[in-house]
C-alpha cells in the first residue's frame, strides 16, 4: 500500500504541486469553494495513478492545487464513499497521498441531516466528536508503520484549537452555528423513521454518509483535522418527509458563502 500511495504522491509532484500545507475535502453541493482558489492546476483523478475514481454524479473528481488567502491549499473537489462500492482504504487512499505531499492540516466539509430538531436546513455544524457506524474501520489490516502507530487515540480526533478559530469567526462574522457529533451511516439509502429514533439515542446531533473514515486516517497520520457540516434537511421522525435531493442541494448552496468564509479565514490564520 505504501508504495501505491508513494507512486501517486510522485505523479502529483511532477505535475507541479509544491509542499501544500493544508488539505481540503469539499463534500456534495459545496464545491464552489474552488472560484475562491487561485489554480495553479488542476489533476482529473483519472489521470492520477491508482487513485480512485469518484462515481457520484454531484462530484467532479479533480485534484485542485493552488492558493487561498494566501496558502497553499489541495483541495478534494470530489471524495470517495464506502456506498460507493470502495473499501475504507480506498476511500481515505487520497489522504495518505496528501500526507505524503506534505499536508499537516486537513480541513472536511460534508452535506447531513439533522437529527437534533433545534438546527436549521442551511446552516452549519462544527463537528466536535464522531460516530462511526460504518461497517468497518480504514485501519484495519497491517499497519503502515512508515506513516502512523497500530493503536491510534482518538479522544479528540477534532482539533480543539481550530474549533475555538472556527467559533471566534463564525462570531466575528454573525454566522449562526453548532457545534455537536457527527454519525457516519453506510447509505446510499437514506435512513427510515425507526433508525432515526436510533441515531438520536446514540447521541448524534447529525447524520451523513462520509468524513469519518477520512478522519481516522487523518489522526493516524498525526493531521491536524477540522469539520463542518452543512445542515441540508430536518429528520425528524415524526414528521419525515420524502427526501428530494434538489432541495437538498438547493439547502446546502445556501449555507455554502458562510462554509467558504469561515474556511478562508482560518486558512488565513493557521
Known amino acids: 500500500m505504501y508504495e501505491l500511495i508513494s507512486q501517486s504522491a510522485e505523479y502529483i509532484k511532477n505535475q507541479g504541486v509544491e509542499k501544500p500545507e493544508t488539505g481540503i475535502i469539499l463534500g456534495t453541493g459545496l464545491g464552489s469553494m474552488v472560484n475562491d482558489i487561485e489554480v495553479e492546476i488542476s489533476i482529473d483523478y483519472t489521470d492520477i495513478p491508482n487513485f480512485p475514481i469518484a462515481t457520484v454524479e454531484f462530484h467532479s473528481g479533480k485534484l485542485i492545487y493552488g492558493s487561498l488567502s494566501g496558502k497553499k491549499v489541495l483541495v478534494m473537489n470530489g471524495r470517495f464513499h464506502f456506498y460507493e462500492g470502495y473499501s475504507l482504504q480506498e476511500v481515505t487512499f487520497p489522504i495518505r497521498v496528501m500526507k505524503l505531499l506534505g499536508v499537516k492540516t486537513l480541513l472536511v466539509s460534508n452535506a447531513c441531516g439533522a437529527i437534533n430538531l433545534n438546527y436549521k436546513p442551511s446552516s452549519l455544524m462544527i463537528i466536535d466528536d ?127 458563502k458562510d462554509l467558504v468564509l469561515i474556511f478562508k479565514q482560518l486558512v488565513k490564520d493557521m
Open 130 to 256: 464522531h460516530i462511526n457506524m460504518l461497517p468497518g474501520n480504514p485501519l484495519v489490516g497491517k499497519n503502515i508503520s512508515k506513516l502512523g502507530p497500530r493503536f491510534v487515540d482518538l479522544s479528540r480526533p477534532y482539533d480543539k484549537i481550530l474549533i475555538a478559530k472556527m467559533e471566534e469567526i463564525a462570531e466575528a462574522n454573525n454566522i449562526e452555528i453548532n457545534k455537536g457529533v457527527y454519525v457516519s451511516w453506510i447509505g446510499p439509502s437514506l435512513e427510515t423513521r425507526a433508525e432515526y429514533r436510533f441515531i438520536k439515542t446514540m447521541g448524534a446531533d447529525v447524520v451523513g454518509m462520509s468524513t469519518v473514515p477520512e478522519v481516522i486516517v487523518a489522526n493516524h497520520m498525526n493531521m491536524k483535522v477540522a469539520a463542518i457540516s452543512v445542515i441540508t434537511d430536518i429528520c425528524d421522525p415524526d414528521n419525515l418527509e420524502e427526501a428530494d435531493i434538489n432541495k437538498i442541494l438547493e439547502n446546502a448552496a445556501l449555507a455554502e
